[in-house]
């Protein structure tokens, strides 16, 4: 348990379920469009909230071991995991071979940002 409390594993756990939450704040409301855009704003605004709350500690934790640089690479990368898995299992839509050299393109990114890293 102790693993999961580490500054170079929780900050990812909490990164994790943040981007859950803004994926569901940014892009759930797909699935009612016939509910008021006022009342979607206010919902994805609540929503929202519980993002920065898992966010915010994710970045003050992770920079006692990570740059500013690679906990937003990070924060990308797992936002691309999230919305592909909220695109495909409850949007219904398909990502297809150039979305995936797309997303490729910038985990190949990531993997510069992380090069040169020190321990």
Do not use: D
Not at 18 to 41: C, E, Q, R
Not at 84 to 113: D, P, R
């Amino acid at each position: 348990m102790a693993a999961l409390s580490s500054p170079f594993v929780l900050p990812v756990l909490l990164l994790v379920a943040s981007n859950v939450f803004m994926t569901l704040a940014w892009y759930g409301h797909l699935k009612f469009k016939a509910v008021p855009l006022v009342l979607v704003v206010l919902a994805s605004w609540g929503i929202a909230f519980v993002e920065y709350c898992l966010a915010v500690p994710a970045n003050r934790i992770g920079h006692q071991v990570y740059s500013a640089a690679e906990l937003k690479t990070m924060q990308e990368v797992i936002t691309l995991v999230v919305f592909a898995g909220f695109s495909v299992f409850v949007l219904k839509e398909q990502l297809t071979w150039n979305h995936g050299i797309g997303f490729a393109l910038i985990a190949a990114g990531a993997f510069f940002v992380f090069q040169g890293k020190t321990a």
